[in-house]
């Protein structure tokens, strides 16, 4: 019997694919038709890349929908979804400004989702620093951090070992639409953003050029065993 994905070799390049801005809805979708295709083994591992139109999340943790603050009406008239979803985590926004990828990768060949979060996280954290910026994990809590500012929100899921959902980095999002919601389920925390703490805005395509580069090499590493 074949392991989920094991046509492809696991060692085969990263695929990287731009989705632009697309509404939440229509991504779940066709990420699930590439997570179905990545079990098939009909295609390799790959980085997507999208903006969406302004959404609130909730992920499956007991107690998401109790982290709305707004109603949905008050969020119907500013121009905001409300989507539950299948993805671990709490509530959280996405929105234009904020880079949000979806790695349909296979773990057949290593299975632990602990350790692909790492490797989320450290993909952040190097493409942070590169920017100028000395972000952190905060022990306990997923995502990336600036002191008790949160940079970077991750949530994930699997089918059969092939990951989907992802990573949200702030990159020039719209800030003011986290005041709709407890980010995260975190009461304590603020949220912030590349443009906010460099004082100036950062192109959205430098950004996406930094996370390949970054996430290429620690996907190879992450495969072959080795310690993120």
């Known amino acids: 019997m074949n392991t989920p994905g094991s046509s492809l070799a696991e060692t085969a390049p990263l695929q990287v694919e731009d989705w632009g801005r697309t509404g939440y809805r229509e991504a779940r979708e066709r990420q699930e038709a590439l997570v179905a295709r990545r079990i098939a083994g009909d295609i390799p591992d790959t980085l997507i890349f999208t903006e969406h139109d302004p959404v609130f999340t909730l992920g499956v943790r007991k107690g998401a ?43 057949a060949g290593r299975r632990d989702l602990h350790a692909y979060l790492r490797l989320l996280e450290q993909v952040l954290i190097n493409t942070a620093g590169c920017l100028g910026l000395a972000a952190a994990r905060d022990p306990g809590k997923t995502g990336i951090w600036l002191g008790p500012r949160k940079l970077a929100a991750i949530g ?22 986290f005041q709709g919601i407890v980010p995260c389920g975190l009461a304590e925390a603020s949220v912030t953003s590349l443009e906010a703490e460099l004082g100036e805005p950062v192109p959205m395509d430098e950004v996406k050029a930094v996370v390949v580069r970054e996430f290429r090499p620690l996907r190879e590493a992450f495969l072959s065993g080795r310690r993120i």
Do not use: K, M
């Open 156 to 177: 994930v899921a699997s089918r059969r070992w092939v990951t989907f959902h992802g990573f949200a980095l702030n990159v020039s999002t719209n800030l003011t639409h």
């Open 65 to 107: 929908a109790d982290h709305l603050l707004w109603s949905e009406e008050d969020c119907r008239l500013r121009g905001i979804a409300v989507e539950r979803t299948n993805r671990g985590g709490d509530i959280t926004y996405h929105g234009p400004g904020q880079l949000v990828g979806y790695p349909i990768i296979s773990l």
